[in-house]
């Protein structure tokens, strides 16, 4: 019943290692996001992928890859993790326009808190 | 840039108490959409009123848009204990098309006290 997933919830590492977090969605949705939340809970978006293709990319490092296998998933591949990566880190889906033309309602996953120490 | 900023950024009310939050933002407009984050949990979308619109009720929500001073208000009534959590106004950036984004003010800390 799940609408969007991600795994893991938790994820502690090392600075300097290589992780994924991995988003999925059964809404049918054709729009998916990347969002951060730092620790003052400011929620900034980080990646939109519509229908698998890349549509936006906020000033994020280029450790920082999205992937999307296909419009229900979308994965995040984190390089050379640093300290300052530590947040929560939010998928979330949509479709990308209402009737109006406007950004549809979107849907979050429950988050997946990354911890680098 | 941040579009939507809240106000204030915590409140603290006794259950049974009205509950209201603004919302500023700074460029025109279609919509602007209220979410909720219960504390450990991803945000949940609460209600979305669009420009053409002044108010508009949800249950125990009521949510104003005010566009001439740019701000909402969001007012949860008769407050309950399960309405803790924090509360974020969002509004589009970029007005349509596939670029538009959702830009998140910095979420209101909302106590309800049983």
């Known amino acids: 019943d799940t609408a969007v997933s991600q795994t893991p919830k938790y994820l502690v590492t090392q600075m300097g290692n290589d992780k994924s977090i991995k988003c999925e969605q059964n809404?049918?949705?054709?729009?998916m996001y990347w969002y951060k939340q730092d620790s003052k809970k400011f929620l900034k978006i980080m990646f939109s992928?519509?229908?698998?293709?890349?549509?936006i990319n906020e000033t994020v490092p280029n450790r920082f890859s999205p992937k999307s296998p296909d419009k229900a998933h979308l994965n995040l591949h984190i390089n050379s993790l640093e300290l300052g990566d530590s947040a929560v880190y939010f998928c979330?889906?949509?479709?990308?326009?209402?009737?109006?033309?406007?950004?549809?309602?979107?849907?979050f996953g429950p988050g997946t808190r990354l911890t680098v120490l | 840039s941040q579009q939507g900023e809240e106000d204030p950024q915590a409140l603290s009310i006794q259950e049974g108490e009205n509950a209201t939050m603004n919302c500023s933002y700074k460029?025109?407009?279609?919509?602007l959409q209220w979410y909720r984050q219960n504390s450990g949990r991803g945000l949940v979308h609460l209600i979305l009123i669009r420009s053409n619109e002044r108010e508009k009720h949800s249950g125990r929500l009521r949510v104003t848009l005010d566009t001439s001073k740019k701000s909402s208000s969001l007012l949860i009534t008769a407050s309950r204990a399960a309405d803790t959590a924090s509360y974020f106004c969002a509004t589009p950036l970029g007005y349509t098309g596939a670029n538009s984004k959702l830009t998140f003010g910095k979420g209101i800390t909302l106590s309800v006290r049983p």
């Open positions: 460029t025109s407009i279609n919509n």
């Open positions: 979330a889906s949509s479709h990308i326009l209402t009737s109006g033309g406007v950004p549809g309602t979107q849907y």
């Open positions: 809404l049918g949705h054709d729009t």
């Open positions: 992928y519509n229908n698998k293709e890349l549509i």
